[in-house]
């Protein structure tokens, strides 16, 4: 090492150290942890460990300095009990959840499962995650799919992970914590014999207020609005009503706004925290409900699921609606030759609209989404009609190949 290159390490180390020992003065600020934070750290303080975060401790979510800690330690302690009182369990079991939707019949269908005979709701399918067999949680997810429901995976995307503290009624009474990695599935693979304790449930009967296609659903005038509007006067502060009903007129569209078939999530999500649905009030109970049964006095917008299953599947509906629109997604739900009557019946069902038929024509074959086989389909009710399949090339060609879906505009209240 030449002279000045070993002065200039020497004077880097002196003011590091410095500016390590100069901690103390900063309050709880931090400093940003660096490889050489690691190995300088014992200059300033050989027996202590720095703490490394970046900012005020308290912007931190969930971490908190020393004096916290000694002041909330018997709140954590209690907090960290499960609803029974039984210290909760320092175990964690990941799961994958499968939201495995197919279309038949015009409707929208998701796989769901009951553990056992008897059981009030039905969930979604979910297997165990074994980090020694599966190398990859899609190829866990594919594996266990297979296993389970006999259906062949083919588009398979990972949605989030659901996380939350006592989401999961294996918590109750000190079990595991559950963490479960959700994924989009789409299979045109519908065995007609779904396995033992399962079935495909069309999924507008637990989201009735997403399906637009024949008229605009009775339970928004009739149970949605008055219930929002009466939570959002409910609010105890002029400020807090006013937002309650900015985000009611956002997610569903009031005053004249449009209906964006997207917020799918959003709109679960307000009917749950205004009580709105019987998972909203399911889950202010204390102590775990009896095999997660449904509340006598909730309100009945759609069918209940197990957890937080209705979640999941909600932000699964979101993301395949927003697909739709840059992402020939809809094509893993189509045989491999098709109608455009066909293809545009599927696009509604996943929409939950009712799309124009001539419009709707024009914009899918002026899209090269499609070719013709040259063949005519005689198998279709009604008049014979054109064969189509998809073009795959049209993923080369088009930044976002995918099907333009236009929203109703609701009317002014």
Known sequence: MTESASGALTKFI??????????????????????WCDIFA?????HQAPDFRVGPASAWPGRRTRTEESVTDEATKARDRSADGAPASADLVVELSAVLVSVGEDRPRVLTRRSRPGQPFGGLPAGPFDPVIDRTLERGLRSWVREQTRVSLGYVEQLYTFGDRGRHP??????????????????????????????????????PWEDWRAARPVVLDSIIIPGLTAWAG?????????????????????????WDAEKTLERYELLYEAGLVAEGTRDLVDTAPADD????????????????????LATAIGRLRGKLKYRPVIFELMPPTFTLFQLQRTVEAIAGLKLHKQNFRRLVERSGLVES????????????????????????????????????RTPRR
């Open 14 to 35: 002196e003011t590091l150290t410095r500016s390590l020992k100069a901690r103390k003065k900063l309050g709880n600020m931090v400093c940003l942890k660096s490889p």
């Open 170 to 207: 294996r918590e109750f009474g000190g079990g595991p914590r559950v963490i479960s990695v959700g994924y989009l599935a789409l299979t045109r693979d519908e065995p007609a014999a779904p396995p033992r304790n399962a079935d495909w449930q069309d999924w507008y009967r637990y989201f």
């Open 293 to 312: 049964a449904p509340d006598a006095h909730a309100p009945n917008i759609g069918e209940p699921m197990l957890a937080d299953h209705r979640r999941i």
């Open 42 to 46: 014992e200059l300033a303080e050989p």
């Open 234 to 258: 409910s609010a105890q502060r002029t400020a807090q009503c006013t937002s309650r009903l900015d985000r009611a007129r956002l997610c569903f569209g009031f005053d004249g706004l449009g």
């Open 373 to 408: 086989t040259e063949r005519i389909a005689t198998a279709t009710p009604g008049r014979p009609a054109k064969e189509f399949r998809f073009r795959p090339e049209v993923v080369r060609e088009r930044r976002a190949p995918g099907v333009h879906v236009p929203q109703p």
